[in-house]
């Protein structure tokens, strides 16, 4: 079975097509994705919703601790990507997964660079003011939730966050019944529809318009991890709201290899709690990677948790340029190393296996999930 795992994942690989060119564009690879289907449902019992709501993960395996971690077998992936689901009702259902590979090729890549870490300097975070830049993609497409993490749009009607938002590992936070999210809008001007304002030196005021998450999914592996070792790799969930947000939203796809990332940097935006009120943009370098997770230097505060993270690379196959959601901004996370305090700021990756399931759980039909 442990060599069935082994297949699982490098089956899952991305294929290389980046050219060799010193000319050549980022360009997004094209990937096997697996295919991810719900096998058999079960009702649980309500939760109680009695979780403290955390707005950053604590975990004690740092990138060395992952590297060396053996991989799962075939039946424990299929445990952790299966997945619990919350209704708005506060009923809650637990579904079993199958994994199936209907490719037969891959590299086996697993992203190794282990090059030295320098994670804080100056704040290198943006403020973004104006409804000219906070109502237009992509920044537009943050959103913030009502346990106060930010979240991102993937569809019509579905939001993508970090589970550490919804459930704390054990049980769901106070809020996540009524959970909501909030879309930030201009505020009407007392006595006119819009002002045409001359003295435009303050930015105008925003606020945020709510709007309720139907369904919630998390996938049991952060739920039986607990965010230990296994947990952090498994930190994401998805809403499904309760009506459209009639936004342009940004496209999932499978994180490529840190080396193959425009410059090395990735891209997101959060409500990072020092500066409230305010959607807050950064960019930083990737300094190392596991198949799960990223680890850079941006510079963030909670609040900024569930973020998605994000780059632009060519779309051969259309002829233009393409951002698309790679990963999840997790937190931060202290590992003791050596008996030394140090912190990360984590990103879980968009792997090809929860590509197939967060896809799947969007449009609901394997076969419209087949390219990464």
């Known amino acids: 079975m442990a060599a069935l795992s082994t297949l699982i994942l490098l089956l899952c690989a991305a294929k290389d097509v980046m050219p060799s060119s010193p000319h050549w564009k980022p360009t997004w690879p094209s990937y096997r994705v697996p295919v991810i289907l719900p096998q058999s449902t079960l009702n649980l019992d309500k939760p109680q919703f009695d979780a403290e709501a955390r707005l950053e993960v604590v975990s004690p395996c740092g990138p060395a601790c992952h590297k060396s971690s053996p991989l ?96 704390d590992g054990k049980s769901y936070v106070k809020g996540a019944q009524k959970l909501r999210v909030g879309f930030l809008k201009p505020k009407q001007k007392d006595g006119s529809k819009g002002s045409n304002s001359t003295n435009s030196a303050m930015p105008e005021k925003m606020k945020f318009q709510w709007i309720r998450v139907k369904r919630t999914h998390v996938p049991k592996g952060w739920i039986k991890g607990n965010a ?125 296996l929860k590509y197939a399931q967060i896809c799947y759980w969007i449009k609901g039909n394997y076969l419209d999930c087949r390219e990464g």
């Open 228 to 352: 230990n070792d296994i947990g952090m790799d498994y930190d994401y969930a998805l809403l499904e709201l309760k009506k459209p947000h009639k936004r342009k939203f940004m496209k999932i796809g499978v994180s490529p290899p840190a080396r193959h990332l425009p410059g090395g940097r990735i891209h997101f935006s959060g409500y990072d709690n020092d500066r409230p009120g305010n959607l807050v943009y950064r960019f930083c370098d990737v300094k190392d990677e596991t198949y799960d997770l990223l680890y850079q230097q941006c510079d963030a505060q909670p609040g900024a948790s569930g973020s998605g993270v994000y780059v632009r690379m060519w779309k051969r196959q259309n002829h233009k340029w393409e951002r698309k959601i790679i990963g999840i901004f997790s937190g931060h996370q202290w590992v003791d190393m050596n008996g030394t305090p140090q912190d990360f700021n984590v990103a879980v990756r968009i792997t090809p």
């Open 72 to 167: 799962p077998t075939y039946e424990e992936v299929k445990n952790y990507l299966s997945y619990e689901t919350l209704y708005a009702n506060g009923s809650l259902t637990e579904t079993e997964v199958g994994i199936y590979i209907l490719s037969n090729s891959g590299d086996g890549s697993r992203g190794r660079s282990r090059t030295k870490r320098q994670i804080y300097g100056y704040d290198s975070r943006f403020s973004i003011f104006g409804k000219d830049f906070l109502l237009n993609y992509p920044f537009s497409t943050s959103v913030k939730l009502s346990t106060g993490c930010t979240g991102t749009l993937v569809a019509e009607k579905h939001v993508l966050t970090a589970a550490h938002c919804i459930h």
